[in-house]
């Protein structure tokens, strides 16, 4: 379907679809037919949904349109179709973090975060996919098969929010739901070339049933647009009573869309392209693509200046590890099953339960002196810049079906993105850098604690100063 003005739906972002339900341009059940009309043509040969939900998706979008038609006032992101991650609980939908065994679980209750989007007027036409538990840094399962990338499906799309990401960047819907616990949303979004937000730690509410005993996982958006980002963090933000980390409010007034309206001044940026992870080497385009995020930065008035060397300590890296394999030892998984799981999924647990107390207590203590001492030693910057991965986009099957030899791939190609869910503070991804072959590299920018709306400005300068959201992946 088009609009008045000859415009196909899915190329408006989602504000514009918003905008256009409230001039009555279009109403909520055409945005979402028109989305599922493209889930039902694309997603066979992209493996963005694990569970497609039509017939509760056009329910929503009915009841939309009246709301729409007896007036009054809407929410900001009224009749905007979405989707959420498969690894937050929809009730009455199945969700099975991307594990065969789970395939037929229904919860009775929705995140935190689900109800919130649902409440900001948006509709979801399902889950998206999600490798098994949220673990690796690309997109495959037993369920459905890999999360292809758009731009080249021979490639993976990236993890663990790869569908999320597949179905923004295919135009399947504007913007979608991820979840960041070592990387999973800025990874997909820089392989796909969309604008991916991990928040500050605390700033998005992972009740009921989170993973806060890391202190890992936080949730957020994937958009083509910084605007639309932001958008869709104002839904998704605020705490629920209870939760064990808080993220100061913004100001009264404030909102992060508010943030990409307005200059973000001149910024001392610290750049770094070592991660610190052994044999973690960056891809003459992947370097190429930093260097010329921080030219562009630069030219555009910022002082960027080399890092001498990221407070990265020796321990730093195995202490994540230990934690990331601690996080495999409670899935609900009975023990007559376990065969069952993926190889990876099989690695991790095994090694988590092999830990003694102290070995995991030890762990989480080197994590939080880590960051305490990287947030102080980095303190003096405004934005930090760095790469996301080290290689660009990998080929379908590349890390393999031997679980710790597909870890230490992960750990050298993701080398980048886990310190920032250490240390709680907010990160993107921006698509500044495309290959010869087409193919988008992301960049990521990192604040102080708690300033999103510092990342969110700059990204949206550098949005107008090196448009994106015209490119688009075959088949568009």
């Not at 958006?221 to 913004?250: E, S």
């Not at 030899?405 to 500044?432: C, H, I, M, W």
Request: hydrophobic share 45%; aromatic share 6%; with cysteine.
């Amino acid at each position: 379907m088009t609009t008045a003005r000859g415009t196909q739906l899915h190329d408006l972002t989602a504000l514009e679809q918003a905008a256009a339900v409230r001039t009555r341009e279009v109403s909520p059940t055409e945005l979402v037919d028109h989305a599922l009309a493209r889930v039902e043509a694309l997603d066979p040969g992209l493996g963005a949904f694990i569970t497609v939900t039509p017939e509760r998706a056009r329910t929503a979008a009915a009841a939309a349109d009246r709301a729409v038609l007896a007036g009054g006032e809407l929410p900001p992101l009224f009749g905007v179709p979405t989707a959420i991650k498969d690894l937050a609980s929809t009730a009455g939908v199945r969700t099975t973090f991307g594990s065969a065994l789970l395939a037929d679980f229904v919860p009775d209750v929705d995140d935190a975060v689900v109800t919130a989007l649902s409440a900001a007027g948006t509709i979801s036409l399902g889950k998206t996919s999600t490798p098994e538990f949220g673990f690796p840094c690309y997109t495959d399962n037993d369920l459905v098969g890999p999360a292809r990338c758009p731009w080249d499906p021979g490639l993976l799309a990236g993890g663990s929010s790869g569908g999320a990401a597949v179905a923004v960047a295919s135009g399947m819907v504007p913007f979608a739901h991820g979840s960041d616990g070592g990387g999973s949303i800025r990874i997909p979004a820089g392989i796909n070339g969309l604008v991916g937000v991990k928040p500050t730690r605390g700033r998005v509410s992972n009740a009921p049933l989170g993973s806060e005993v890391t202190g890992l996982g936080v949730q957020g958006p994937l958009a083509r647009t910084v605007r639309d980002a932001a958008a869709m963090l104002d839904a998704m933000a605020g705490p629920v009573p209870g939760d064990p980390y808080w993220a100061p409010p913004l100001p009264a007034g404030e909102t992060f869309l508010g943030a990409t309206e307005r200059p973000p001044g001149r910024l001392r940026i610290g750049r770094y392209p070592d991660s610190g992870m052994p044999g973690a080497d960056l891809d003459p385009q992947v370097r190429a693509a930093f260097e010329d995020a921080s030219a562009l930065l630069a030219g555009l008035g910022h002082e960027v200046e080399d890092v001498p060397a990221p407070p990265l300590s020796e321990g730093v890296f195995p202490a994540f590890e230990v934690v990331w394999a601690l996080s495999a030892t409670t899935l609900p998984v009975a023990e007559t099953q376990v065969h069952r799981l993926r190889p990876l999924t099989r690695f991790l647990r095994e090694r988590g339960l092999a830990l003694s107390a102290r070995d995991a207590m030890q762990a989480m203590f080197t994590l939080r002196v880590f960051a305490r001492r990287f947030v102080q030693a980095t303190s003096g910057y405004d934005v930090l810049l760095a790469p996301v991965c080290t290689l660009p986009p990998r080929p379908v099957g590349w890390f393999g079906e031997d679980g710790e030899a597909d870890f230490e791939r992960q750990k050298r190609y993701a080398a980048f993105p886990a310190v920032y869910n250490v240390t709680g503070q907010p990160a993107l991804s921006v698509p500044l850098w495309w290959t010869p072959e087409g193919l988008p590299i992301g960049t990521m920018l990192v604040g102080r604690p708690a300033e999103e709306t510092v990342l969110l400005s700059l990204a949206a300068q550098l949005e107008q100063a090196r448009p994106w959201a015209h490119r688009h992946p075959a088949g568009w």
